[in-house]
């Protein structure tokens, strides 16, 4: 481990983020080391098209470079940002949305109940996530996947799935309480 | 509820995107308002952004990072700006002076509306060249693209794999160009599609350690596409498994395709 506390950890992130905003572009390739690899297996995810996925992921942190005045680490998390914004996007792309769809993120706040700013860290969440996500059933796992790499809504992934609405309903909210179960959130 | 029209589950359903209708506009609606709500819509936006983590992994391409480097140092601001602004004088006694105020205030006011012109213009000529180079950007990206296809398809150390079918599994025929040194792969072929919630997975299996996840295969013919792996792999075969709609970290279902590196 490396012995710094979660503060000085956040305090990292943010204080890449200002070095970005003194237009200092090693911090930005700082960050893109830190958080690319993650976006990019998202992205990859939603997409299957490495081509696209990496256009949103140059995009993405081209964004974070032209506006990161505009991001107050103390409101929230960097990577939780990112994620949001990439999938968004990647989302949008993939059910020909407008890109405007994701601009008014600017705005978003989301706060990740884990530190994510080191590989460590990333690493030990990845298995947190995967064990939570095996213990779902089948018809679960499959319909959060659908929500979330697919960006299905509820009647989507009835539709998709053939189901009735409720079932899907219930589905989908006994699997998101078991996830914040088992991930202890 | 507490006087919040917001079920607790609900931030949670609305972060992952599954809501619709009335339930979703709810949220819409109140949010904005309540600074409470607004964190508990944030906490659940971060618990749903950590399924990213249940993704395969897949690193970028090394071009990826040097294109949006190239893209930031394109756009960085220029130095002249700065230099371009002046230390207020401090001859106050100049200022006293009425007919100077008499010339100087409609000459300032002037000298404003002249610079918000100049502003404008340039913010719009900023605009123009931040899409020219955009699409440069993307032409150029294109090209390196081409390049690394053309690289790997012409070096005598790439290798075709032909990737056979499996008794009982779905048919196809995948080949797939394989470059170790270069650590560059590129697939097509076809197969047959998946069934209902599950997807095909390439992977290049190493003579030592765990499979590594090369991307997924769409069932039908196959769009080809270059990945990145790690350079110098000793690898003995690429293989495709049916695993879980939208893949797995390692190999979990049936091997459909086999081919041998030799």
């Known amino acids: ?185 | 509820m507490n006087g919040h029209p917001i079920r607790p589950e609900d931030f949670d359903l609305y972060a992952l995107g599954v809501l619709e209708g009335q339930e979703k506009a709810a949220i819409e609606s109140h949010v904005p308002t309540c600074p409470e709500c607004a964190k508990k819509l944030a906490e659940a936006r971060g618990r749903i952004a950590l399924l990213a983590f249940s993704a395969p992994r897949l690193e970028p391409s090394p071009t990826a990072r040097e294109q949006l480097m190239r893209q930031v140092r394109a756009s960085a601001e220029s130095p002249e700006v700065q230099r371009a602004q002046r230390k207020p004088d401090r001859a106050g006694g100049f200022f006293g002076r009425w007919w100077a105020a008499a010339v100087l205030v409609p000459a300032c006011i002037l000298l404003l509306f002249v610079a918000g012109r100049l502003r404008n213009e340039n913010e719009r000529l900023s605009r123009d060249l931040a899409q020219e180079q955009a699409t440069l950007q993307q032409r150029q990206k294109q090209l390196d693209e081409a390049r690394h296809a053309q690289a790997l398809l012409e070096s005598k150390d790439t290798v075709s794999v032909a990737l056979a079918q499996q008794p009982g599994m779905p048919k196809g025929d995948v080949r797939v160009m394989y470059n170790s040194k270069m650590g560059m792969a590129m697939c097509d072929g076809w197969v047959e599609p998946a069934p209902a919630n599950k997807s095909y997975q390439l992977w290049l299996v190493p003579r030592e350690g765990k499979p590594i996840s090369a991307g997924m295969i769409e069932g039908g013919p196959i769009n080809p596409w270059m990945v990145k792996l790690p350079q110098g792999m000793a690898a003995k075969a690429f293989a495709v498994t049916l695993e879980p709609a939208g893949g797995m970290p390692q190999p979990t279902g049936p091997m459909v395709l086999v081919g041998p590196i030799t």
Do not use: C
Request: overall charge neutral; glycine content about 6%; hydrophobic content about 40%.
């Open chain 1, 1 to 185: 481990m490396s012995g710094q506390t979660g503060t000085e950890l956040r305090a990292s992130d943010a204080a890449l983020i200002q070095k970005i905003v003194q237009r200092d572009e090693s911090a930005l390739a700082a960050l893109y080391d830190r958080y690319a690899s993650l976006l990019s297996s998202l992205l990859n995810r939603i997409l299957r098209d490495t081509q696209a996925a990496e256009e949103i992921l140059q995009d993405v942190f081209f964004q974070l470079w032209m506006n990161a005045a505009q991001f107050d680490p103390a409101r929230g998390s960097l990577p939780g940002w990112l994620t949001v914004i990439a999938r968004n996007r990647a989302i949008s792309r993939l059910r020909r949305h407008s890109p405007s769809d994701g601009e008014e993120l600017l705005e978003t706040m989301v706060i990740v109940p884990a530190n994510l700013e080191n590989t460590i860290a990333q690493q030990q969440l990845l298995g947190r996530v995967k064990g939570a996500l095996e213990n779902l059933s089948t018809e679960q796992r499959a319909a959060i996947e659908l929500a979330y790499f697919e960006g299905l809504t509820h009647s989507e992934i009835a539709s998709r799935t053939g189901d009735p609405l409720g079932t899907v309903k219930t589905r989908i909210r006994t699997a998101v309480e078991s996830l914040k179960r088992n991930l202890l959130l």
